[in-house]
């Protein structure tokens, strides 16, 4: 059997399940998910490895209309995978009547990309069967696309073809990471982000968008089979910082033990984990803070 093997870009718009689409691929939970748009800041590589061939999945930020630093290098991110990848899946929503300013503009940045590019229409079970062929229609006008799937990720609904669309766009190839690998991103930044997601998902309204998060510590204990792990979670106001830390430190503990059972999880071992909360005024905008974060062009 040929082994084939390709980088594959996932692209579109803010919350259209990005994210849930890469870890449901490659059958591991490596890009957090929240119901909160942005949730994902930079490009996370998920590995999918089998008998067929090797799949690297790159999941990227949505694109938006940036308001800082922050959302320039995340839009950044985005177009820069499709540069160098074998195949992009567009994501999008089912539309009613329109195709958004938004996507059109994706739609632009698409047709002058020289590869296969799979549509995939996602949240069919939120909306009628009408809804998908006006998308399947409006969005066929546009460009020629390889492939046209309507499904939902979340209720895996026509997604079981998936994976065979996806090896079909590509070619033989090496094995770019071992069978065993599921990404190439650093413990540390898994860490941060599954601090940050438990933040995106317990607290509500304009905080999360201006939370980060930093590991400060990550250390295996000397004779144990448990690692300490401090981290420093940032945000923008000093209410925030009331916010997160809740009356009596109520939320914060919250947020820690949710993040602590991931990162057990992930490590394989136990964690002790200790969070502090820290007030940095706009670090959206701060290219110090930024880099610090770890939101850096490669």
């Not at 320039?72 to 820069?80: E, G, H, I, L, S």
């Not at 300490?228 to 979670?233: C, L, M, V």
């Not at 914060?252 to 990162?263: E, H, Q, V």
């Amino acid at each position: 059997m040929t082994f084939k093997s390709g980088f594959v870009s996932v692209i579109g718009r803010p919350n259209v399940g990005k994210s849930t689409l890469t870890n449901f691929l490659t059958g591991q939970k490596i890009s957090i998910m929240s119901p909160r748009p942005q949730t994902t800041r930079n490009t996370i590589r998920a590995i999918l490895t089998n008998e067929k061939g090797q799949i690297v999945f790159l999941d990227t930020p949505g694109i938006h209309n940036p308001q800082n630093k922050l959302g320039t290098f995340m839009v950044k991110q985005a177009m820069n995978s499709l540069n160098d990848v074998d195949c992009v899946i567009y994501m999008v929503e089912p539309v009613k009547k329109d195709i958004s300013a938004g996507d059109l503009e994706i739609l632009e940045k698409l047709k002058e990309v020289n590869k296969n590019v799979i549509l995939l229409i996602n949240k069919i079970d939120r909306c009628d069967k009408s809804e998908v062929l006006n998308t399947i229609d409006k969005f066929s006008k546009q460009m020629s696309f390889s492939s046209i799937i309507p499904v939902s990720v979340t209720n895996k609904d026509n997604t079981e073809n998936l994976e065979k669309v996806i090896f079909d766009c590509l070619s033989e190839g090496p094995m770019y990471f071992e069978g065993d690998e599921i990404t190439d991103q650093p413990e540390k930044l898994i860490v941060a982000e599954y601090i940050r997601e438990k933040v995106l998902l317990f607290l509500r309204e304009e905080v999360p968008h201006g939370v980060g998060v930093e590991i400060m510590s990550f250390k295996e204990r000397e004779n144990s089979e448990l690692i300490d792990i401090e981290a420093t979670i940032y945000c923008e106001k000093k209410s925030h910082k009331g916010i997160i830390i809740g009356k009596s430190g109520s939320m914060l503990k919250k947020i820690g033990t949710s993040a602590r059972k991931d990162i057990e999880s992930l490590l394989a071992c136990k964690v002790y984990l200790v969070l502090w909360v820290k007030v940095k005024e706009d670090w959206r905008n701060s290219s110090f803070m930024l880099k610090n974060l770890g939101y850096k062009d490669e």
